[in-house]
Structure formats: C-alpha cells, structure tokens
C-alpha cells in the first residue's frame, strides 16, 4: 500500500504540475485575448467617433463638436468619453510623456490608469480642428469587467483543475490498488508462506509485468524447493536405514563375539567334565581315581 500511495503522491504532483501551468496559461491567453479585444474595440470607437466629432466641428462649429461629445458620453454604456486639448490648460491627456509625443504626431495611444473603480484603460484618438489646434477624444473604459472576467476564468480553472486531479487519482488509485498492492500482498504473502515451510499451493498472479514475472519466479523456486526438500528427506531415510543396518550388524557381530567368548569360557570345564565322567563310566579308573574323579568333576 506504500507503493501504490508513493505512486498516487507522485501522480497529484505530476499532475497538479501540468494542470497548473496548463490553467495559468490559459488565463493568460484569455487575459492577452481580452486586452487585444477592449483595445481594438475602443480605438474603433474612437476613430469613428473622432471623424465625427471633427466633421461636425468642420460644419457646425465647437458647440456642434461639443454636444456630440457630451450625447457620445452619455450614451456609451461602457465607456466616459471627453474632449481633450493638448495645450490648453484645463482638459489635458493623462498620458506619459512618449505616449504623448505619438498622440502629437497624429497617432492614436493607449494606455492603462489608475481610475477610481480600478484600473482602466485610456484611448486617445487625436483631431486637429480648424485654427490649427490639436485635441482629441480621449476614451476611458473601466477594467472591472476584465477583472471580474479574470476572477471567473481563475475560479473554473481551479474547479477543472481540482475535478480532473481528482479524476486522475481516483483513476490512480483504482488502477494501483489492483494491479500493485493486491499483488504485492499476495507476493509477500507467499514470500512468508516459503519462509515457513509451505511450499504448497502456487500464486495465482496472472498479470503480465514485472510482479506477474516475480510471481511466476515464486512458484518456480518452491516448486524446485518442494522437489529438495522431497529428495533430501528420501536421503535422509536412505540414510537413517543404512546406519541402522550398520548398527543391527555391530549388534550381531557383538552378539557372534559374545557367545565365541562364552562358548571358549564354558566348553574347556565342560570337556574336563565330559572326559573324567566318560572315564568313570568305561572302568578305566579303580579305587581313589574314581574318587578323584568325582571330586574334580564337582
């Protein structure tokens, strides 16, 4: 189970690894995709509204131009529109200096300010009206729904992100629980089995890896110890009965030894007896021989 929690470990961070930086480029594409959106947008906008703007200057003066400005501000849902004089004092760009350069050459800028609900992005489209004046039509557009965007992007890409991890580790868990720590019971078991004694019964481990190999190799090996230790016992019986016929023959030539030895120790006095009884008995011995006889025969 060690295993299996080791792989487990090593797949969450693997994974939590990928995920993450998978998420937080998405993020930033989405971010780079919406800042390109809101940027070309509103330097649409303030084309076409500065063409405006400067044609109704051209036919119907500044108070025209002005209230177009104002009706444009007015009604822009996303957007505060204002006009801009470049050296006037009063309404004047909140541009950084190289931005304000570019604007003075006719080109339109952007950029990003502090406003008072976050940040914001700024578009200048520059117009030179007649006298030879330059102003122009400055666009703020609040960045809080980019943020918001952002704040939601985050959010799902955190929930896929936890969703999918824990798809991969509940899939990491399932495929580890079956195919390495049931095994590795099993395997270890065995292993004990062995080192007990018991060499019956073979693993049933079908898998075709690493562990199935070992496995086979278990069953292979106590199969060859069940054959040793089969073979070493018919040895050792082999044995036991040959020290045992050795010893039954020492036995027997003890006993050969023992009735020579009583044989010689009783056949001499025996023979005496015999003889002088046999002498008794044939007449051959008269008078105080006989006597002697009797006494050497007692």
Known sequence: MRLTAKLILAIALSSLLILGVNGYLRVERELDLFDLD??????????LLARAVGDAWNVSGEHAAAALVSEADQTA???????????????????????????????????RV???????LLTLVPIEVPGG?????????????????????????????????????????????????????????????????????????????????????????????AVARARTAAETESRIAAVEQLRHAD????????????AHELGTPLNVIGGRAQMIAS???????????????H
């Not at 809101?38 to 084309?47: E, F, M, Q, S």
């Not at 004047?92 to 952007?110: F, I, N, S």
């Not at 036995?251 to 009583?262: F, K, M």
């Open 283 to 297: 007449g051959e011995l008269h008078g105080d021989d006989i006597g002697d006889s009797a006494r050497i025969i």
């Open 251 to 262: 036995r027997l030539s003890t006993v050969g030894r023992l009735a020579s030895g009583v």
């Open 38 to 47: 809101t940027r070309r947008d509103d330097a649409y906008v303030g084309r």
């Open 77 to 111: 849902q996303h957007l505060r529109v204002r006009w801009i004089w470049f050296d006037r004092s009063g309404d004047r760009p909140r541009l950084d200096e190289p931005l304000l350069a570019k604007a003075r050459r006719g080109e339109v800028v952007q950029q």
């Open 114 to 120: 502090a406003d008072p609900d976050g940040n914001a």
């Open 133 to 225: 004046q330059l102003g122009g039509i400055e666009l703020t557009e609040s960045l809080a729904d980019r943020d918001r965007y952002i704040r939601t992007t985050i959010r799902r890409s955190l929930l896929s992100t936890a969703t999918l991890l824990l798809a991969l580790v509940s899939a990491a868990l399932a495929a580890g629980l079956v195919f390495i720590a049931r095994p590795t019971r099993a395997l270890v078991a065995k292993a004990r089995r062995i080192a007990a004694g018991d060499l019956e019964g073979p693993l049933p481990l079908r898998q075709r890896d690493e562990l199935g190999d070992l496995a086979r190799e278990l069953n292979r090996m106590s199969d060859q110890l």
